[in-house]
DNA sequence: TGACAAAGTTAGTTACAGCTAACTATATTA
DNA sequence: TAATATAGTTAGCTGTAACTAACTTTGTCA
């Protein structure tokens, strides 16, 4: 078989990731300095995680040049934007947690969580919905035990 | 007022105040060696990690001498558990996850999550407990919804 | 008690991830 | 087009966290 072995990317670069797939959907070219500016980071920090990337063959980058997702790297970023979506969904419209801190919590977990826990967290997501569709309002009555 | 500021501890840090915790709470001594092994780490790993946390005051420790936890040691531990365990817990009795898998992914998420996911996670526990006491089981219809 | 094994430490290396300061390339505009 | 500001890179440093190999300490038991 062909199957690429999804290599293991760390915390610090899935978030470079993350960033240059955001700004790219949003204004169509990653500027270091933008990737800096969303991450709190150095350039020069950029510059480096950059190189990286272009290591591991996640985003095709020449010094001065644009820099853009490859393959790989674009299938990664979704992954953990996704992560990061389910995430922030749960915690806001399950839990009931004020979204920036939802944010930040999503920032944070969405690298440390794997497949099958996202999965069931959208699955849950998509339960109470049907639920309250049928009558039957999880989320309202958790919110008003918790006000206890 | 005097109250001690809550220090920044990295996740490792964590994990090794963690295996402290278990083990003594286990055996009452917690050698360098069985913390080396409940973390698949060196031995000189954890002698490096021991003079950090002696550093910072979380344990206390002496070349070839016992192990012991500080009062804030213990403390920092015994949050990082309570995480844990409710992390496990929630993964496990409400997703429905493996208990392997679920272990493993506490292990991880336990250091990224904060205080007011981790109570509502608790809450969310206790909630759905409360209302299958009263006869409305969300968490086996959840498991059916899962299995279309 | 002395030899030996087990436990623990030290020294030195590697990799990552950030930083600042100084330099280079690019782009704008007068 | 030349000056300049902005963007990006490089070099060098710091701190964390792991490793191996070699050494020291401790404890056991013959």
Same mark, same amino acid.
């Given at each position: 078989m062909t199957a690429t072995k999804k290599q293991n990317i760390s915390a610090s670069l899935e978030d470079y990731?993350?960033?240059i797939f955001n700004l790219t959907a949003e204004s169509k070219t990653a500027r270091s300095k933008d990737i800096a500016k969303s991450l709190g980071? *150095?350039? &020069? *920090?950029? @510059?480096g995680a950059l190189r990286l990337l272009k290591e591991k063959k996640l985003a095709n980058?020449?010094?001065y040049g644009f820099v853009t997702l490859a393959k790989s790297g674009r299938a990664a970023a979704a992954e953990v934007v996704k992560k990061h979506n389910i995430l922030k969904t749960f915690f806001v419209n399950v839990l009931g947690i004020e979204?920036? @801190? &939802?944010q930040k919590a999503a920032c944070r977990a969405e690298h440390a969580l794997g497949a099958k826990v996202i999965s069931q967290l959208l699955n849950f997501i998509e339960f109470t919905a049907k639920e309250n569709k049928n009558g039957y309002d999880i989320v309202g009555k958790f919110w008003k035990f918790c006000e206890k």
């Open positions: 990731l993350e960033a980071v *150095s350039r &020069a *920090s950029v @510059t980058y020449e010094p979204i920036e @801190t &939802a």
